[in-house]
């Protein structure tokens, strides 16, 4: 079925099966490789988008539920050239590593900051404990997080 | 002596010690990563792989007919037409053979039995349920105790192997062992089981073959540690030409050393891109993932310690399991079929030791991979941690002063260990007395045993204590192959006209940051801003040949390559510096950066002598400043550390939380500090998760139980600790530029600390063991002297 989808401001639209996966249309109909598959059971978040607005793991989401909605991605994070604080803070506070899981943990920072601009170390955790990181023990993450929502405050 | 060593260089220049931010981030941080998965060749098809639902089975058959009429199939492939092609076997790096698709018999469920290649990865996942196998099943043999006791043969395939033993190998001295331990005052003893675990890396395996009918060129793009090795492989089991083939690694999202060994998968898909003319690509789910590649650890150990009437250690004993899975297949040393496991004698000094260990094949998934680990170095840091500390609690003195009379002194490196091991330096008193000074130890004791000696008490505080000693940087080719390949490992350095630089490496970098930290080190040694360095590496035609990536030897072996090919182009840039400042090469001062002739303000820069290499090179000089370096280290090095755990175990339910944690890691000189402390808390969390929650276990018939992230456990940020860490610096005697590894570190020392805390917890209350995870039924069941299931 045809859907469309506004994914990063970019209007999309596809003829696609209806169990087509999100995650699927944004990284190969879309051709935006940032959002990553980690598990295919929605447990680690590397697929994280935001879907108006709200985080979702987006191998659990079918394309066509998408249907007229707004996606942001990793690649729309930043706005005009200027990083999002988030990713300036992830740099800056080596919240990454690998970078795998880095797309979903800035994306559900950004939409928690925009909640909470000053959210305590267990708020950020709260937060982030849909996603799953293997390389940094999250400590940075959380760091990155609270600095970000520092700046935006 | 230990001391934390200050920058040399300017923070612009950014040389050894100085946190300068990852150049690898920028990519990263927009979702610009060059991931397996991101790419797509043009005409590119997908493979997806039937895997065996049974543990053991012989096929009758395989029917792919039905398979082949669905619109988008191109081919099925089974074990049987790769058989034609010699290709159905094929090579371990342990030096075993392992079916790339069965076709005799399936030896662990989630076996690779048939691909289906199609023009999309849906129909080629759909296409695999319209294969029909009979299988005929055998008994499943899920232990190894069970292994070696039937006389059902797992590899009946195998020429001349009559049994289910997969190695046998031993080390140090039995007859001075058994001397010491029949003199023994006291004998301490612990059986454990180190769990099945997976490296679980957050990008799981996968390949894109492109091989090119008609120059026969094969390009394969893959997630490896090791693309040089991987190279080597595919041509001796493919018997494709080695020039012909260029293995590209791209940004690694994770490994641990899952991405070390060869995958059916990454051969099948070669052979299906050369059956088809096109690119053919797969990528493994997270379930094929777990069941089947890259499993680590799963090491049965009986061991025993000595103790003469001082208390101090005499001898130690042990014996070992190892549940090998139905293949061989891990990436052991040729010398080392139980890894560095001898290194099972830790951080103390005692002359005798002996270790014997056995590996049996069963019905479960090959692998045994060393896990953020030096080759099974993880479990015996974790056997000695354990001993250690049960010792310490029968003889009933702390744990820290149990060791620190017994710790290897700071005076006696090198140190000569009873399995043979030369430690290169160490001051372990050091680590242990930063930790208990960081942790506050004496107040945590007095607070515990306020706490505890209430017996009404439902919270008890346990401390827990680990001082582990690694030996990692694999290693001096003397010892140290697999397959015949030496451990050595490479750097080329070219130095352009105007000062900036390429570095290629034959190391693999998985997350760790190596385009920053390499050239952290030209940096250190050459003046030139490690801004201005370029990194490459896994694109095996165009970096120098390496084994890659893997039981931390990136920086004690593709480091130390880095620093001497730096310093054999600063040799020859004081001689072009020389000649631009007519002086004798002997008369010039070196400070990174600049050649100064002695007394004088006359200067050149390492940006005017790169200049002058392509511009004035003097009569009778090579011209270029170009370089390139095969290190082959003359000894392993040996990071250690102490690890202090608070912890607070809840006697109703046999929960347990983690109160308060110190981490003093030395691994001799970091390069980049806030890199070394990222390997380290991200290592904790990997320890702490085989500790508290994460093991893959099989039910009897060979179903494995912990295919999928809600089965098999990963700590999310809510249950993960937070960390304090601490450093000490010995820098590594032999190594160029000082430094030891600290990669894989914390998830070697780690858990025994955890399992220690709530042991140290438990012990007043009759309990001296529970083995990892340690979870709250099984704490539950030792403290209520209840037989629990696993």
């Given amino acids: 079925m045809q859907i469309t989808v506004n994914i990063n401001g970019a209007s999309e639209t596809r003829d696609v099966e209806p169990r087509r996966l999100l995650v699927d249309f944004i990284r190969s ?125 | 002596m230990t001391t934390v060593h200050e920058p040399r260089t300017s923070p612009e220049v950014g040389g050894i010690g100085h946190s300068v931010l990852r150049k690898e981030d920028d990519r990263f941080i927009r979702g610009a990563g060059n991931y397996l998965d991101d790419l797509n060749l043009p005409g590119m098809l997908h493979m997806a792989i039937l895997r065996s639902p049974v543990a053991h089975a012989r096929i009758n058959s395989i029917d792919s007919s039905a398979a082949m009429e669905i619109e988008g199939v191109l081919a099925v492939i089974t074990g049987e037409a790769l058989e034609a092609h010699g290709l159905a076997w094929m090579p371990t790096l342990s030096g075993d053979t392992q079916a790339v698709l069965a076709t005799d018999k399936v030896r662990f469920q989630g076996q690779e039995v048939a691909v289906v290649i199609a023009t999309h990865p849906y129909i080629a996942h759909d296409a695999l349920s319209h294969i029909d196998v009979d299988y005929e099943e ?126 059916p998968g990454y051969v099948v898909a070669t052979a299906a891109s050369l059956l088809i003319g096109k690119p053919v690509k797969w990528i493994e789910s997270r379930t094929e993932n777990l069941i089947s590649t890259g499993f680590a650890r799963d090491f049965h150990m009986h061991s025993e310690l000595a103790l003469d009437g001082n208390n101090r250690i005499t001898a130690m004993r042990a014996n070992i399991l190892s549940d090998q899975g139905a293949f061989f297949s891990d990436a052991q040393p040729t010398q080392f079929r139980a890894g560095l496991f001898h290194i099972c004698t830790g951080s103390y000094d005692f002359p005798s030791a002996h270790v014997t260990a056995k590996g049996a094949y069963t019905n479960k998934a090959p692998g045994g991979v060393a896990y953020r680990c030096s080759f099974r170095v993880t479990e015996a840091s974790y056997l000695i941690e354990r001993l250690v500390d049960n010792a310490a609690h029968e003889v009933g003195i702390d744990p820290a002063d149990f060791r620190a009379l017994n710790f290897i ?98 190391v693999q970098t998985q997350g760790q940051g190596h385009e920053t930290t390499f050239a952290q080190i030209v940096a250190e040694e050459l003046g030139i801003p490690y801004s201005d360095i370029k990194v490459m590496y896994g694109d095996t035609d165009n970096t120098p040949y390496g084994l890659g990536t893997y039981a931390s030897r990136s920086t004690p072996v593709g480091g130390a390559a880095t620093a001497v090919v730096s310093r054999k182009i600063r040799a020859k840039a004081q001689k072009l510096a020389a000649h631009l400042l007519e002086a004798a090469e002997e008369d010039l001062d070196w400070e990174p950066g600049k050649f100064t002739v002695k007394g004088t303000d006359q200067s050149v820069t390492i940006q005017d002598v790169a200049f002058a290499a392509y511009t004035n090179h003097p009569v009778g000089m090579e011209a270029g400043l170009e370089g390139v370096t095969y290190y082959d280290p003359p000894n392993m090095t040996y990071p250690f550390g102490t690890y202090i755990v608070v912890a607070e175990v809840d006697t109703g339910d046999g929960t347990w939380k983690v109160l308060e944690m110190v981490a003093v890691d030395d691994c001799g000189v970091r390069i980049n500090p806030m890199i070394v402390d990222g390997q380290i808390t991200g290592g904790l969390t990997e320890g702490f998760a085989k500790a508290n929650m994460q093991w893959i276990t099989f039910d009897d018939d060979g179903n494995c139980i912990g295919s999928n992230f809600m089965d098999y456990l990963v700590p999310t940020a809510w249950e993960t600790p937070r960390y304090q860490l601490g450093e000490t610096v010995t820098p590594s005697p032999h190594h160029p530029i000082g430094a030891k590894g600290v990669g894989e570190s914390a998830t070697v020392g780690s858990p025994a600390a955890f399992t220690n805390a709530v042991i140290d917890a438990l012990w007043s209350r009759g309990v001296s063991n529970i083995d990892m995870p340690v979870l709250p039924h099984r704490v539950w069941g030792a403290l209520n002297g209840v037989e629990v299931s696993p």
């Fill in chain 2, 409 to 506: 002194r700071e005076d006696q490196f090198p140190y000569l260990s009873p399995t043979g091991f030369v430690y290169d330096s160490g001051n372990y008193h050091g680590a242990m007395d930063k930790a208990k000074e960081m942790i506050g130890y004496d107040a945590w004791r007095a607070r515990q045993a306020e706490q505890n000696s209430d017996p009404d008490a439902t919270k008890l505080i346990g401390i827990g204590v680990a001082s582990f000693t690694e030996v990692v940087g694999a290693g001096p080719s003397r010892q140290y192959d697999i397959l015949g390949l030496k451990m050595f490992d490479s750097a080329e350095l070219r130095i352009h006209p105007t000062g900036k630089a390429i570095l290629k490496l034959g």
């Fill in chain 1, 29 to 153: 109909d879309a051709g935006l490789t940032g959002t990553h598959i980690g598990c295919d059971t929605s447990s680690c978040g590397a697929c994280t988008v935001l879907l108006d607005g709200r985080p979702v793991k987006s191998c659990t989401v079918l394309a066509v539920q998408a249907d007229g909605s707004e996606v942001k991605t990793v690649e729309g994070l930043a706005e005009g050239g200027e990083l999002h604080p988030v990713q300036a803070a992830f740099k800056q506070h080596h919240g990454l590593q690998c970078g795998f899981c880095t797309p979903g943990m800035m994306l559900v920072g950004s939409a928690l900051l925009e909640d909470n601009p000053d959210p305590t170390d267990e708020e950020v955790r709260w937060a982030i404990s849909g996603n799953i990181c293997r390389c940094t023990g999250y400590m940075n993450i959380v760091t990155a997080i609270q600095a970000a929502g520092g700046e935006g405050s």
């Fill in chain 2, 138 to 263: 055998l008994e499943a043999i899920t232990s190894p105790q069970q292994s070696l006791a039937t006389s059902t043969l797992i590899r009946d395939e195998k020429e001349g192997q009559t049994d289910n033993v997969a190695y046998t190998w031993e080390a140090g001295d039995q007859d001075s062992t058994d001397a010491a331990f029949a003199a023994a005052a006291r004998v301490v003893s612990l059986d454990t089981h180190y769990p099945r675990s997976h490296p679980a890396p957050l990008e799981t395996c996968g390949v894109v073959a492109d091989v090119n009918s008609i120059t026969g060129q094969a390009t394969i793009y893959m997630t490896s540690q090791a693309p040089h090795a991987i190279r080597t492989v595919f041509a001796l089991v493919a018997g494709l030409p080695e020039e012909k083939i260029r293995i590209i690694t791209q940004d690694i999202g994770g490994g641990f050393g899952n991405k070390v060994p060869v995958y």
